[in-house]
């Protein structure tokens, strides 16, 4: 089993940064894929970016070029810095490990950007 857990949500005025954290309760090295998505009100949850266990990364095309997801195995966790925040980036985020063959997320940490 994983246990996630995020931090580092909060709020924020448009055009400001953020970095989110997702610390695992084991070894993220053996990890194949984890990821960031999102929920935004009345909406549903969609991928924000992902990391494959080779380094390997996808993002949303609304947040290609400002949102960077990396992996830090030594230190377990997860993160996703994001940069020139926009309101339509407001929701609650959500960090996301597959590990054998099993879908595990953290409670999601709520981003609110104010214009």
Request: proline residues 2%.
């Amino acid at each position: 089993q994983v246990q996630l857990v995020e931090s580092g949500g909060g709020l924020v005025k448009a055009g400001g940064s953020l970095t989110l954290s997702c610390a695992a309760s084991r070894t993220i090295f053996s990890i194949n894929a984890m990821g960031w998505y999102r929920q935004a009100p009345g909406k549903q949850r969609e991928l924000v970016a992902t990391i494959s266990i080779g380094s390997t990364t996808k993002y949303a095309d609304s947040v290609k070029g400002r949102f960077t997801v990396s992996r830090d195995n030594a230190k377990n966790t997860l993160y996703l810095q994001m940069n020139s925040l926009e309101p339509e980036d407001t929701a609650v985020y959500y960090c996301n490990a597959i590990y054998v063959a099993r879908s595990y997320w953290g409670q999601g940490t709520q981003v609110t950007v104010s214009s």
